[in-house]
Every structure is written in C-alpha cells, then in structure tokens.
T-cell receptor
Framework: GQQVMQIPQYQHVQEGEDFTTYCNSS?????IQWYKQRPGGHPVFLIQ?????EVKKQKRLTFQFGEAKKNSSLHITATQTTDVGTYFCAGQAYSGAGSYQLTFGKGTKLSVIP | DAGVIQSPRHEVTEMGQEVTLRCKPI?????LFWYRQTMMRGLELLIYFNNNVPIDDSGMPEDRFSAKMPNASFSTLKIQPSEPRDSAVYFCASGPRDRGTGELFFGEGSRLTVL
C-alpha cells in the first residue's frame, strides 16, 4: 500500500531560525496536503499542492511539490513561538474503484526555543 | 459554521465495555472520515464514507470496530468490547468533495482511555 515518510520526526530550533520538514511518498501522488496540529489540538488544513514542481507561499511558510510528484517540503523562515506544533504531510493517490486515499506521514514535531 | 462536532471529548472506560463515539460533519460535506491517532502509529485512517456509503474500511482494526452513517449529518464509531490497546484519540473529519478528494476538516477529537 501507499506509504508516506516524513523527516525529521522532531526538530528543536531557536526562535528566528529556519525550519524544514520533508515528505516522501512510495507512489506518485495526485496531490499533497499539509496540516498543522497544535499541542492538544486537531489537525488543521494548511494547503494543497497539485501540480508538478509547484511552489506556494503563505507568509513565512513555503511549500514545494517535487517534479515527480512523489516528494514535498515545508520551509518556515524565521520561526516564531506560534509555529510550535506538529506538521503533517498527507499524500493523496488514486486507490481504485473511483476513489482516492489520503495517507498521512507521521509528522514533524517542531519546538521553538524563545 | 460550527465545524465538525465530536462527542464525547473524553471517555474513560474499563476493558470489555462498549464505547460509542459520535460525529456531526460540516453541513454539505460529502465525505466523512474516522482516524485514530497514537504516538506509535500516528494518524491512521479507519474508515471513510462518501455520501453516507462506506467506501474504504480496510483500516478498521478488527471486528470489534464498527462504523455507521445513517444520514448525512451523523456518524458513529463503536468499539465492542473495548481493550486497553484501543486507547487513542479518535478524530472525525469531513470533506467537501466526493470520492475522498480535497482537504479535510477535523473535529477536536475524542480521547479514549480503556483501563
């Protein structure tokens, strides 16, 4: 079955430093989504990338989708304490019978030291 | 919009008891998903419904788990009998698109502890 690997599992950064998390799929994806989960909270949708090589920005967050549509990254510039949480990628692929399956990576837990 | 509503938020029960978790998706959403989250296994898809019909239940761990969606505004996930290894946070999510595509909107989760 489809597998989505995400690294690193944990990342501790000093406030103001940059942060990057990487996501790799075992299969070609139709799209990739990113979610953020604050401690004790629930996953919240951030963005979806669909096109090969696509790059999207949301303020200090930059999302990339690989040319082969099998990998993606999320980069945060100049982290702030409000960035604390776990960032999940989720790869969507056709699973047959007219439906799609969304598989989540294990997430990268970001800690920001003030 | 109220978002996805789950109940109960917390449940503590003893091994062998029946547990029923409830979910009200966002009105107008066509897809509904049940996920389980643990430290060891992360977010696992248990089952998803499209237009109230179960499409993929391959993630349901075993016969002790069952899920229903009797109408577009309500779903239940039942565990009978419960076991300590079922302890986890169970999330319900709904999506505005068909066939499992598009983004998901998660509820706040039901934290289950089985003693």
């Amino acid at each position: 079955g489809q597998q989505v690997m995400q690294i690193p599992q944990y990342q501790h950064v000093q406030e103001g430093e940059d942060f990057t998390t990487y996501c790799n799929s075992s299969t070609t994806l139709s799209n990739i989504q990113w979610y953020k989960q604050r401690p004790g909270g629930h996953p919240v949708f951030l963005i979806q990338l669909v096109k090969s090589g696509e790059v999207k920005k949301q303020k200090r967050l930059t999302f990339q989708f690989g040319e082969a549509k099998k990998n993606s990254s999320l980069h945060i510039t100049a982290t702030q304490t409000t960035d604390v949480g776990t960032y999940f990628c989720a790869g969507q692929a056709y699973s047959g019978a007219g439906s799609y399956q969304l598989t989540f990576g294990k997430g990268t837990k970001l800690s920001v030291i003030p | 919009d109220a978002g996805v509503i789950q109940s109960p938020r917390h449940e503590v029960t003893e091994m062998g008891q029946e547990v029923t978790l409830r979910c009200k998706p966002i009105s107008g959403h066509n897809s509904l998903f049940w996920y389980r989250q643990t430290m060891m296994r992360g977010l696992e898809l248990l089952i998803y419904f499209n237009n109230n019909v179960p499409i993929d239940d391959s993630g349901m761990p075993e016969d002790r788990f069952s899920a229903k969606m009797p109408n577009a505004s309500f779903s239940t996930l039942k565990i009978q009998p419960s076991e300590p290894r079922d302890s986890a946070v169970y999330f319900c999510a709904s999506g505005p698109r068909d066939r499992g595509t598009g983004e998901l909107f998660f509820g706040e989760g039901s934290r289950l502890t089985v003693l």
